[in-house]
């Protein structure tokens, strides 16, 4: 979806990257999918035909996503890798490249075994690399993003309640890894929005969900972009 004319800090047009990451990908009954679908058009309207947005849904096995295995390990230069290594090296340095270019990154997930779903994992692990999105120095590593050139937005769906019962507490482990990956990139504040509670039978699923989609077009509507 290419939008035109809406200037950011870095001088350019405004681009925006929705990442979508159910691995029930198309599943529109899904709330993650529900909420990107909210979030997307909250984002459409907003811009008003200025900008760029870009969709990427991670579980789409049309979207390749290279994992980390002995070859992205093993070679680091180019000109030395073989055909195979190669056509994961140029993927990786796509996504990083979308990556450090949106200006805004809103990411939808349901949260899987207390934490973020294992192909968004390979994505970060991707985008997560060194002399791109952060560098080693000898105090140690120094990120290569801030937040005044990137602005990241989580949206995290969950059948049960984690910031609050004492019971999952414990386990709210995604929110926490994802600060900390950002972090490392130099990204320091990230917009939480939380459906949860979904599954739960005291809980009306429906409200939730409403709840949520009002909690995010009211943000996005708030942006001064």
Do not use: C
């Not at 909420?35 to 760029?52: M, P, R, S």
């Not at 093993?74 to 890798?81: A, V």
């Not at 970060?124 to 993003?145: C, P, Q, W």
């Amino acid at each position: 979806m290419k939008l035109q004319n809406n200037q950011t800090s870095r001088g350019g047009t405004m681009n925006i990257l929705q990442l979508m990451a159910h691995p029930d990908y198309d599943n529109q009954k899904r709330t993650a999918n529900r909420l990107a679908d909210v979030g997307l058009k909250t984002l459409q309207e907003k811009l008003n035909g200025q900008g760029i947005i870009e969709v990427l849904n991670i579980y789409d096995p049309n979207n390749f996503i290279p994992q980390v295995t002995a070859d992205t390990l093993n070679f680091n230069n180019p000109k030395e890798m073989p055909a195979e290594r190669l056509i994961k090296h140029e993927a990786q340095y796509k996504l990083i490249k979308q990556w450090k270019s949106a200006d805004y990154i809103y990411i939808y997930m349901p949260l899987h075994n207390w934490n973020v779903p294992a192909k968004f994992k390979d994505y970060l692990d991707n985008i997560l690399t060194a002399r791109e999105t952060f560098k080693y120095t000898k105090t140690g590593s120094v990120g290569l993003m801030s937040d005044e050139t990137t602005k990241i937005t989580f949206i995290l769906t969950s059948g049960s309640e984690y910031d609050t019962d004492y019971r999952y507490v414990n386990l709210d482990i995604a929110p926490q890894y994802m600060r900390g990956v950002l972090h490392m990139m130099g990204i320091n504040q990230m917009k939480l929005i939380r459906a949860q509670g979904l599954d739960m039978s005291t809980n009306n699923k429906e409200e939730i969900i409403k709840s949520a989609e009002k909690e995010l077009v009211e943000y996005i509507n708030s942006l001064s972009f």
